[in-house]
């Protein structure tokens, strides 16, 4: 009868620890899930700010190549201008 009994409890232990396992696994896959997820949610947070910048980034690179270009052109009228003048007051020299 001992025998029996002692038969019993094992099984039912086993059976016990089982279902704990079982429980744990369910657990465990859940929290990889939610882990996974912020890691996906952490990736997608970096590429919109490496995206937010690069759009800044190029904004502020075309302003100045903006300004550049219009101070250049500035510079090439302000040259223009002076060639003029010395090519008039050479004339006017000549007369």
Do not use: F, P, Q
């Amino acid at each position: 009868m001992r025998k029996i009994i002692l038969a019993a409890a094992i099984a039912t232990s086993a059976l016990g620890l089982a279902a704990c396992s079982n429980n744990t696994e369910t657990e465990t896959e859940e929290a990889v899930d939610a882990m996974a997820a912020d890691a996906e949610a952490n990736a997608d947070s970096a590429g919109e700010a490496i995206e937010g910048a690069t759009t800044e980034t190029a904004t502020d690179v075309e302003a100045a190549a903006d300004g550049a270009a219009a101070s250049a052109e500035r510079t090439a009228d302000e040259i223009a201008a002076d060639a003029a003048n010395v090519a008039a007051e050479a004339e006017e020299a000549a007369e």
